[in-house]
């Protein structure tokens, strides 16, 4: 252990100009011990007036000496020695460590890369100045880890890290960090923690021009993510972030592909005020790019009128079925699938709800191409979700949309429309009067 050393702040540069040529002849001989005693002296000289710079050519020169002579245990060795000195400037151990980070991808073999990753992790551990340097040495280890097939080890290595709280760490290299804890999550399929995740990534820094690269990897991340929790209104509204990133909108062929995917999920969507708003806006964004097809299957959805599903199949199939999120064959596409189908049928109920006070349940079936049990299921789906209200006489087989209303309101409705009525026939007096008035001043001129 050193003894305590009093700072002088010297400069001790003409010193290490004059031992490197030295020290450097004395490693190419051979004389590898000789080179690092001298060093060792220098370095306490260098530590002990406080040198930032010179400290810091000498520590890097450690690095450099054991590198040449492919020596990786005694790198290690001397970066766990030399991180310990008592009075060590920080600022140099950090930059001994970013020279020892550039070795990693020189280092012979995999096993020696682990070793010396380790090291540079232990010397890291807990230190704040030297918190950036691990996290970068951390992304390492973890992709060695996802390249050998251990995707949960690799996720686990890489939560361990709290990158947001990194002070020091530039806001790009932040973001990229979470996003590969996000990517690394879904990989693993831990949906909750991904979700958590994403939270700590403030979406306003995508505004920026610079980080669009960024903005696209994380809704693509969001969109994986939604999608496995079927949360279909979600996946429109990054469809529609992404198609409002400029790179995007500058090349009409990604243009097209976000527009005609914020379409189809916002198609999928339950109705509900939200998705009744976000489809219209779709709408206009469709009009703005080249997808005819799309822009008329969101019209039929917005237009009150029935769909009949054997025409939409017939028509909008075959450029539906191109789409990645049907065409994939899966059970999870032909779930969407069947949804599309549900959202025709639940459309279809709604113009009814609109059109009809009452209907039969045989012509309600009629309509909506289904059988009684389906129609009912649908009917009551709609009907708990406060979506319509209906109610359902299976004895005399009629369903009323029309709700059914207190005395006291039916008795202030036919006083509104008796008020109403007077006062139209009141203006018609008045202006059958005016025109008689009229009359009778041009007769007499």
Not at 107 to 127: A, F, H, N, Q, S
Not at 233 to 241: A, E, G, I, S
Request: proline residues 2%.
């Amino acid at each position: 252990m050193d003894e305590p050393i009093q700072k002088m702040e010297k400069d001790c540069s003409a010193i290490v100009d004059a031992q490197f040529p030295e020290i450097e002849a004395h490693a190419k001989s051979g004389q590898i011990t000789k080179s690092f005693e001298q060093l060792l002296v220098l370095e306490k000289q260098t530590r002990s007036a406080a040198d930032l710079a010179s400290s810091t050519r000498v520590l890097k020169k450690f690095i450099q000496l054991t590198f040449e002579a492919q020596d990786w245990k005694l790198m290690q060795e001397y970066i766990v020695l030399l991180s310990k000195k008592h009075g060590q400037l920080k600022q140099a151990i950090t930059r001994m460590i970013q020279e020892s980070m550039e070795c990693l991808e020189k280092t012979p073999d995999m096993k020696t890369k682990l070793e010396l990753i380790d090291t540079l992790r232990t010397v890291t551990d807990g230190k704040v100045y030297l918190e950036v340097e691990r996290a970068r040495v951390t992304r390492i280890l973890a992709k060695i880890k996802e390249d050998e097939g251990n995707v949960n080890e690799a996720a686990d290595i890489m939560q361990d890290l709290q990158v947001e709280t990194f002070g020091s760490m530039e806001k790009r290299e932040k973001t990229d960090f979470i996003l590969e804890q996000m990517r690394l999550c879904l990989l693993k399929r831990d949906y909750v923690r991904a979700n958590i995740i994403s939270k700590k990534i403030n979406i306003r820094y995508f505004k920026e021009t610079e980080v669009q690269d960024l903005k696209l990897r994380f809704y693509d991340l969001m969109i994986e993510y939604s999608l496995h929790e079927n949360e279909y209104l979600q996946v429109c509204k990054h469809y529609r972030q992404i198609y409002d990133t400029p790179i995007v909108k500058a090349d009409p062929a990604q243009a097209k592909k976000a527009v005609e995917n914020a379409v189809l999920f916002v198609v999928l969507a339950p109705f509900d005020n939200e998705q009744s708003d976000l489809i219209q806006r779709v709408y206009i964004e469709a009009d703005e790019v080249d997808t005819p097809v799309y822009r008329d299957l969101l019209k039929c959805f917005i237009t009150t009128e029935l769909m009949r599903w054997s025409m939409i199949e017939q028509i909008y199939g075959p450029t539906l079925g191109q789409n990645t999120a049907l065409a994939t064959g899966d059970e999870a596409a032909r779930k969407r699938l069947k949804e599309l189908h549900n959202r025709v049928v639940e459309h279809n109920i709604r113009v009814i709800a609109k059109y009809y006070t009452r209907i039969t349940t045989k012509r309600l079936t009629q309509l909506l191409d289904l059988p009684d049990k389906d129609c009912e299921e649908f009917l009551s789906k709609l009907v708990v979700s406060k979506t319509i209200y209906a109610k359902i006489d299976r004895p005399a087989g009629i369903v009323s949309f029309a709700k059914s209303k207190h005395a006291n309101e039916v008795l202030n409705e036919w006083s509104q429309d008796i008020n109403g009525l007077l006062g139209l026939i009141e203006k018609t007096c008045h202006l059958i009067t005016k025109e008689e008035i009229i009359h009778s001043i041009t007769k007499v001129i």
